[in-house]
Structures are given as structure tokens and as C-alpha cells.
């Protein structure tokens, strides 16, 4: 299995990243697939759809601005997955709550797919919207309000 990310430009469909074959396992693909947000090369695209063509996953991404690297933000090594849990906030930089350590894709993919979730020390929240990092080796999850 393959990934690669494509932008439409002038009604055509333009490769914008691209994981080899070999370089991304099919838990990872699916974990990617699950991301709202995309952080690829310094710019934020939005997913608008999730195709496959035989062996080949291709997620269809809109841009949306640049995401330049915040020089707060932590860049992850890439041996490891990484899930930072962030309080969304729309007009301005959104607050790290915590970070945490998975054994896995599969691991992180229990969190990107909850409604709720509960954030030790912190409470339990709504899950607004969650993004890959790939310039910085994390996922992202933006927590809305908090539920009681």
C-alpha cells in the first residue's frame, strides 16, 4: 500500500506528498485518512475526500492557508507517535493541554475517532477536529468544550 496527497490546480489533480510503498504501513494510511487537517510542508490542507485506486490510498486535500511552525512547537522524532491534545481556539493559537506517547497507529486511532474525550487532570471534552503534523511527527487533536 501507498499514500500520496493531491490539490486540484486549474482542474487538474497535482501530487503534493507522497509516501513510497514501503515507507508507511496500512494502519498509518488509515490513521492519516481519519484527519480532518493536514500540516504538509509548512501549509494546512483540508481533507475533501478519501479515495483508493487498487493498492493506492490518495486523500484529496484542499489548501487552506500557510502553517508556518510556531517556534513554541515541539517537533517530534519520527520513530515515535506522538498525540498532542489541544483547547481549540478559532482566532488565535490553540492551548497545548497535553502530549502523550502511543505503542501504535491503531493506539492513536482510538483517540482521533472519539466524540469525547476524557483528558487526565484536565476533564473530559468534545472532540472538535483532529490533524496530522507531518512536518512535526504528531497528530493533533483540537478539544471543544468541555463536558460535564
Request: some cysteine; glycine content about 2%; hydrophobic content about 35%.
Amino acid at each position: 500500500m501507498s499514500l500520496a496527497y493531491y490539490v486540484e490546480d486549474q482542474d487538474e489533480y497535482k501530487s503534493i506528498y507522497q509516501y513510497s510503498r514501503f515507507a508507511i504501513e496500512p494502519d498509518e494510511i488509515i490513521a492519516h485518512q481519519l484527519c480532518e487537517f493536514h500540516i504538509i510542508e509548512g501549509q494546512l490542507y483540508e481533507l475533501r475526500s478519501n479515495e483508493m485506486e487498487g493498492e493506492y490510498d490518495q486523500l484529496i486535500v484542499d489548501h487552506v492557508e500557510a502553517s508556518p511552525l510556531d517556534a513554541e512547537d515541539r517537533i517530534y522524532p519520527p520513530h515515535q507517535i506522538h498525540i498532542e491534545f489541544r483547547r481549540y481556539m478559532p482566532s488565535s493559537t490553540s492551548t497545548l493541554i497535553k502530549t502523550m506517547t502511543v505503542p501504535n497507529h491503531v493506539q492513536a486511532m482510538r483517540y482521533l475517532i472519539k466524540d469525547k474525550v476524557a483528558i487526565p487532570e484536565h476533564g473530559t471534552f468534545e472532540r472538535d477536529s483532529c490533524e496530522i503534523d507531518i512536518d512535526r511527527n504528531c497528530y493533533v487533536i483540537y478539544l471543544g468544550q468541555v463536558v460535564r
